[in-house]
């Protein structure tokens, strides 16, 4: 099964979630109006959105609901992009400039907040307890995250497992919450919850310790965003945490240099380094790790198409890296 194959299988699902999202995304402010549509319609795979369909759908759930939670889980997604992109001075996404760069920071920002407050009342909608306890923790803990990144920014002595922490809160959790809650929909008992949250939750490992993989690997054009952002704003990501530990002092010093001033003048020099330690292959290895144990949270499902899309959406995950 390719992503298309998974595109196609619910094309109908995916159309009914972007007219909710259009539709919830009315407002008599313009300025909302204007940024919300110019997020929406700058592309991305809706990736979150996938996942709540795909894991609804495999566990039994009919109705709207589904359609309705997945524009919650892509509201809230897009709400954290753009106070991301405030913080991080981020001027490229997804190969457009970023919202805070076309209007200015303060829209963004108030933006940001009105999709997380819409995103809530679309949450009472849904009439379920269950829901709003795993979105309210899910939002609660990527806000700790973000919080804890900006506390390692230009440190260039972050631990490994401190990187996977903030991995784990700024991303991983909200892909947790998102295939959690296609059991929840579906009115699946606590084992089957707990699995499909686990394979939210390795998924989502996976997706973020590739993408900071391709901020040395992949080309601007290709990766929609300025190759280095990651360096230029401090950040130590797995495959820098990996080089300090195995490169010769010249090079740590480089890479320490880089992450402690966000200097990016020697990229190359730094790339050659990731390279030559094996940086890139541990940090691949990394995420496949993460993508073997996604697909064990499949295995209390029955057989399906959407299933199978689950497991292939796993292995996309990586597959970009390569």
Known sequence: MSLNTILDLIEPELKAVNDTIIRCLESHVDVIQK???YLIQSGGKRIRPLVVIL????CGAKGEDPITMAAIIEFIHTATLLHDD???GSKMRRGRLTANRVWD????????????SRSFQMMVSLNSMVSMQVLAEATNMIAEGEVIQLA????PDVKE???????????AKLFEAAAGLGAILANQNVAVQQALANFGMHIGMAFQIIDDMLDYRATSDAWGKNIGNDLAEGKATLPL???LRKANPTQQQQIRQAISEGK???????QEAIVTTGAIDYTMQAAKNETQLALKGLSLLPPSPYKDALATLAEFAISRGN
């Open 152 to 155: 390692h920014c230009y440190q």
């Open 105 to 116: 920071n303060s829209s963004a920002i108030l933006v940001g907040d009105f999709l997380y």
């Open 55 to 58: 894991s609804s759908r495999a």
């Open 241 to 243: 945490i990996y080089a």
């Open 86 to 88: 405030v913080v991080d």
């Open 161 to 171: 497992e401190n990187y996977l922490n903030v991995v784990r809160l700024k991303t």
């Open 35 to 37: 940024i919300g549509h």
């Open 264 to 270: 990016i003048e020697d990229l190359s020099a730094i």
